[in-house]
């Protein structure tokens, strides 16, 4: 007999009081039939319910689950990359090294040396569609040893479309194609060194070639052509040509910059555009000769042609100081014409670079920097690699030098340089 009937004989047997009479055998049996049939139904049931919970996991075993598939970004082949989902973080460098001569050098060099160039880090973040991270930090070497790092670009950008974009941090200023263009690493464009109008704050340029502040710009395709454009309100100027003020303004004032660029759509091979800046320069109290604040107006223009194996760059710029303390305006201007042409894996090259400055602009004159310059540089490019290439170059030129008791000469020059660039 099962356990179950037994157990139930017996609690049925310990509720029959002592003095009721024994029920009748066949209402027992009957009442352990139904008994029975019930555990045989129960165990049926299971049994089941396990056969089917079986067939459930040999089907959740030998199924695969199906994700939809999602498209996300690749990243580009010519640069050191990483991707998790749709996050790709690039890294690039770019670097040189080389030696030149100088016939005549300036007080403190001597006419030949080496140098090691400069280690420009380049990192980007792109973060979904629309969010991306820039830096971008400079190793470079001065003449007197002493090897600084600097951070030149470091933004987030937000893009709705190409024809919207926004920008916040540190960037390029948009008044200079060639800076806007080319940027710091040297393997980018064809000569050893920047035209005049492109140098850079800490290398006697006379443009705010960077910004700290925001800047909203895209580009937009026209029946007449594409247009691109940008507008920036930024901290200006510091005190003298050097002070970026990348991350504080000494005066209230902001700084306003607009660019556009349009490429023709009957023209494709030329390029064109214009710029506008306008800020006001703080008093320097270490400066006599600035003891008030200084308007100052700037306007670029470039207009390029690239033609098969010709490229033809060119660009001028015109920087306008309102000097309060003298009551009277300085005006400064720079331009470059460069011509080249690519023959297979070599690009000779010929730029005439002009700097006109006007004499005791005090904001310029306090780092000597309000002295002309004019010079012919030619040279040729060869690329060794995809990612490399040596450059020879010669240069032509006069410049005017201020000696110790303040008058001011001419003085010309002649010099050879070689170098070699590189990224990865």
């Known amino acids: 007999m099962p356990p179950i009937v037994s157990v139930m004989i017996l609690s049925l047997a310990a509720r029959v009081p002592a003095q009721a009479p024994r029920p009748e055998p066949d209402r027992v049996l009957e009442r352990l039939g139904r008994i029975e049939a019930e555990n045989a139904r129960i165990v049926d049931e299971n049994k089941h319910l396990r056969e089917r919970v079986d067939a459930l996991e040999r089907q959740h075993s030998s199924e695969t689950l199906q994700l939809p598939e999602i498209e996300f970004p690749k990243p580009p082949q010519d640069s050191i990359s990483t991707q998790y989902r749709d996050v790709i973080v690039q ?20 006419n030949n040396n080496f140098g090691m160039g400069g280690l420009d880090l380049f990192i980007t973040a792109q973060l979904g569609d629309h969010f991306q991270i820039l830096s971008e930090t400079a190793i470079d070497a001065d003449p007197i040893d002493d090897v600084g790092l600097d951070q030149e670009r470091f933004y987030a950008k937000w893009t709705a479309d190409d024809w919207l974009y926004i920008k916040l941090g540190v960037e390029h200023s948009p008044l200079s194609w060639f800076n806007r263009t080319f940027h710091h690493g040297k393997w980018l464009y ?58 504080g303004d000494i005066n209230d004032s902001k700084a306003f910059t ?12 030329l390029e ?14 270490t400066n006599p000769a600035m003891p008030k604040p200084m308007r100052e107006h700037i306007v670029s223009a470039h207009a390029n042609i690239r033609s098969g194996p010709w490229e033809l760059l060119s660009e001028a710029v015109w920087v306008e100081h309102e000097d309060r303390a003298m009551n009277r305006n300085h005006q400064n201007q720079s331009a470059y014409l460069q011509a080249s042409y690519r023959i ?15 004499h005791n602009d005090p904001f310029f004159k306090q780092l000597n920097e309000d ?45 050879f340089a070689f170098q070699f660039a590189w990224t990865f």
């Open 190 to 247: 064809l000569s050893t060194d920047r035209p005049f109008s492109a140098r850079f704050e800490d290398n006697g340029g006379i443009l705010p070639a960077h910004f700290s502040g925001v800047e909203i710009g895209g580009e937009k395709q026209f029946g007449f052509g594409n247009l691109e454009y940008a507008a920036v309100v930024s901290n200006g100027r510091g005190t003298d040509p050097t002070i970026r003020q990348r991350d």
């Open 272 to 285: 064109f555009g214009a710029g506008a800046y306008t800020d006001v320069i703080p008093e320097n109290t």
């Open 344 to 358: 297979d894996s070599w690009t000779p090259y010929l730029r005439l670079d002009l700097l006109e400055m006007e």
């Open 371 to 415: 002295l002309d310059q004019r010079q012919v540089v030619f040279g040729v490019r060869h690329e060794v690699h995809a990612n490399a290439a040596i450059k020879l170059e010669g240069v032509v030129g006069s410049e005017e030098r201020r000696n110790a008791i303040g008058s001011i000469s001419d003085h010309n020059y002649f010099g």
């Open 258 to 269: 607009l660019s556009a660029s349009l490429r023709p759509e009957a023209l494709r091979e």
């Open 91 to 110: 890294f690039r460098a770019f670097g040189d090294v080389g030696a030149k001569f100088m016939q005549t050098p300036r007080p403190g060099n001597g």
